[in-house]
């Protein structure tokens, strides 16, 4: 299926979709670890990002524009620290796919982008526990299935199954970024609710590449 802005539209309605679904695991992993109000957070914001797209008077042309859309409400509806995170990701995933459909390289691109956004934003690497440790084994593994030749949509694949299991991996890590490091050493034991949400993102890219 071709990865062009009828996609990026879905991507985003599915991604409104499975948080939804996933509010309250988010809400519980939160509560652990950080204020609870994570699966509240986003489900408002997607919620806000659906209510935009249905109310566009003409169909978004460019993958772009759906990516800046979903960006600009996710800053302004999103309260705490994952409002500004994501914002900044959508943006510079914006950025570089000004392609109408994307390719191998392009898909690389656009996870490259989102996780360069969240780095410079929360100035954060991998191993401190947040979204980081989701979206850079993403696009490792992206890169290494783009090296060898897989499609657009098994590129998506791969970054959605390294986010998952990245987000697992976060687990047993001692926070040092955001709300979570307050809490140091007792941090350790449950996995950051961040990168479970990123890994949710990324897989609502792939059911809106094969739905
Ligand atoms: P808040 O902590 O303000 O309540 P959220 O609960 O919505 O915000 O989001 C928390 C998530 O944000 C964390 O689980 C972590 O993944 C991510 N996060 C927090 N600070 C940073 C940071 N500096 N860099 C990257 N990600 C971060
Ligand atoms: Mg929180
Ligand atoms: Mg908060």
Redesign the pocket.
């Known amino acids: 299926m071709a990865l062009d802005v009828a996609w990026a539209q879905r991507w985003a309605r599915q991604t409104a979709e499975s948080i939804s679904e996933a509010k309250s695991t988010l809400i519980d992993l939160?509560r652990e670890i950080?204020?609870g109000?994570?699966g509240e957070?986003?489900d408002r914001g997607f919620q806000a990002v659906v209510t935009k797209l249905d109310a566009l008077e003409a169909s978004p042309e460019h993958i772009s524009d759906v990516l800046r859309l979903v960006a600009t409400t996710l800053m302004s509806s999103?309260g705490?620290?994952?409002g500004p995170?994501y914002g900044t990701a959508y943006l510079r995933a914006a950025k570089v796919t000004g392609l109408a459909e994307l390719d191998a390289h392009g898909v690389v691109a656009l996870l490259e982008g989102a996780l360069e956004g969240?780095a410079a934003?929360?100035?954060?690497v991998p191993g401190e526990k947040?979204?980081?440790d989701a979206w850079s084994p993403a696009v490792d593994a992206a890169v290494g299935a783009a090296g060898r030749g897989a499609s657009p949509v098994e590129v998506l694949v791969a970054a959605a199954d390294a986010a998952a299991e990245g987000a697992r991996s976060t687990g047993p890590l001692v926070a040092t970024?955001?709300?979570?490091s307050y809490l140091g050493e007792r941090s350790a034991g449950h996995e950051?609710?961040?990168?479970t949400s990123s890994a949710i993102i990324l897989r609502a890219a792939v059911l809106a590449a094969t739905a």
């Open positions: 939160d950080g204020d109000d994570h957070n986003l999103v705490g620290a994952s995170l969240i934003r929360g100035r954060a947040t979204m980081v970024k955001g709300r979570a950051d609710p961040g990168a």
